[in-house]
């Protein structure tokens, strides 16, 4: 009974590729987010969603696109992926944006 | 515009050494909530504590401590008698009613507990 599940944990895959990265929670929270941790283990918010509508969409490039069908679920897809976006890309949820966090395990993304 | 300083990006300590994390804030709002998360070297992240501004109280938790000063916009976490199991990076993190609640971390302090 996994609070915050992720799939896959390990993506490997060539520039230019689409892929997507699942999320699933089962805590009833209303809020979900996706963050990205560089290789200096910094983490920087890229999305949050409420209810399944967009609240906090940071300056992402557009090739990245949440997707949220229900408030349990929160996808990411990538398009035309690049160097630049290997990182382990992590989901979230809370109660609300105002209480603490809950993370999935982590996606590792590797694009060479 | 809300940021948060983690000045010290590593820590080594041997254990039972009692060792202090600090974090500075920045924000112009009155609301605010500060938390804490640990990401062992397994790679998750796990929250330990959440504060509001308007709670100034210290809290311990067991070998954890935590301290709130809104004079020096610290936020400050302390672990006693640390032990090889608290080596890990330690984030702060606040978040701001007038960001809508967008969380920002600080850069995390990596800490060594040496056996």
């Known amino acids: 009974d996994t609070a915050v599940s992720q799939t896959p944990k390990y993506l490997v895959t060539q520039m230019g590729n689409d892929k997507s990265i699942k999320c699933e929670q089962n805590?009833?929270?209303?809020?979900m987010y996706w963050y990205k941790q560089d290789s200096k283990k910094f983490l920087k918010i890229m999305f949050s969603?409420?209810?399944?509508?967009?609240?906090i969409n940071e300056t992402v490039p557009n090739r990245f696109s949440p997707k949220s069908p229900d408030k349990a679920h929160l996808n990411l897809h990538i398009n035309s992926l690049e160097l630049g976006d290997s990182a382990v890309y992590f989901c979230?949820?809370?109660?609300?944006?105002?209480?603490?966090?809950?993370f999935g395990p982590g996606t590792r993304l590797t694009v060479t | 515009a809300q940021k948060v300083t983690q000045a010290q990006t590593e820590i080594s300590v041997v254990e039972k050494e009692d060792v202090t994390l600090d974090c500075v804030y920045e924000?112009?709002?009155?609301?605010?909530?500060l938390f804490w998360y640990k990401q062992p070297p397994s790679g998750e992240l796990v929250f330990l504590i959440r504060?509001?501004?308007?709670?100034?109280q210290n809290e311990i938790s067991g070998r954890y401590s935590w301290n709130f000063q809104k004079s020096t916009s610290s936020f400050n976490f302390t672990i006693t008698a640390s032990q090889v199991v608290d080596s890990a990076v330690y984030f702060c993190?606040?978040?701001?009613?007038?960001?809508?609640?967008?969380?920002?971390f600080g850069a995390g302090t990596r800490l060594f507990v040496k056996a």
């Open positions: 979230a949820s809370s109660l609300d944006s105002t209480y603490e966090q809950y």
């Open positions: 805590l009833g929270h209303d809020t």
């Open positions: 969603y409420n209810n399944k509508e967009l609240i």
């Open positions: 924000t112009r709002d009155t609301t605010y909530y």
């Open positions: 504060r509001n501004s308007f709670d100034e």
């Open positions: 993190a606040l978040s701001e009613e007038d960001g809508g609640f967008k969380t920002i």
